[in-house]
């Protein structure tokens, strides 16, 4: 059974700092691999798609790198703010999507 | 720009009530799902749908049941609400075939059931 782990689970890191959170997966059989953001109390909001054939995407500060062969993405923040506070998931599909438990991210200025 | 919507995003039952949690999507996607999630235990899948009509189980689909009818429209049901199903509950819909499974999430529902 497919289980995906989120270290750390949480994050505290001063304004302007580049960070990079990681996710990892146990069955690389995958279809494609999903970043999300949620802030408390919402709903999520997606923020990059991977495909299983493709090694990353990028959208604004984010960028979002899959190596499939072992079981490992990486979300890279970069000029992290305030703002990008939030709980961040991550969520493999075989078929349905397996979620995280998230890394709690707090930027403080 | 992809919008699900849901009902309510507060609601308060008592033990007992039968409970309609709606989900709304309008973008002509054939996948709908429900999650609940709980602190510490994450996202858990209850149960979703490929197609109108149909449903498959998740992961916890024990008190709940689900129906289908329009493809735009997924509802969750507790038929009889109990406590251990105060959560909040997330709706989410993605294309299927030719798509690229991408899934948008509706804003929540938090269900309290005393």
């Known amino acids: 059974k497919q289980e995906v782990t989120q270290i750390p689970a949480a994050l505290s890191v001063p304004e302007g700092e580049n960070l990079v959170l990681n996710c990892s997966f146990t069955?690389?059989?995958?279809?494609?691999l999903q970043w999300f953001r949620q802030d408390p109390g919402k709903g999520l909001t997606s923020l990059l798609l991977i495909q299983s054939s493709q090694r990353e995407q990028t959208s604004g500060r984010l960028n979002a790198s899959l190596d499939k062969s072992s079981g490992r993405s990486t979300l890279y923040i970069a000029a992290s703010q305030p703002g990008d506070s939030a709980t961040y998931l991550c969520?493999?599909?075989?078929?349905?999507?397996?979620f995280g438990k998230g890394t709690r991210l707090s930027v403080i200025a | 720009d992809v919008k699900v919507t849901q009902s309510s995003r507060y609601l308060v039952k008592r033990t007992g009530e039968k409970v309609f949690l709606e989900c709304v999507q309008d973008?002509?996607?054939?996948?709908m799902f429900w999650y609940r999630q709980d602190p510490g235990l994450g996202l858990r899948l209850i149960y979703f749908?490929?197609?109108?009509?149909?449903?498959e189980k998740g992961d916890i689909p024990e008190g709940y049941s689900v129906s289908r009818e329009k493809k735009e429209r997924f509802s969750l049901i507790l038929e009889s609400a109990s406590t251990n199903q105060t959560s909040m509950y997330l709706c989410?819909?993605?294309?299927?075939?030719?798509?690229?499974?991408?899934?948008?999430f509706g804003p929540g529902t938090r269900l309290t059931v005393t």
């Open positions: 973008m002509d996607h054939e996948n």
């Open positions: 969520a493999v599909r075989n078929t349905p999507l397996v």
């Open positions: 749908s490929y197609d109108v009509k149909m449903k």
């Open positions: 069955d690389s059989a995958i279809y494609n």
């Open positions: 989410a819909s993605s294309a299927g075939n030719g798509g690229t499974y991408e899934q948008y």
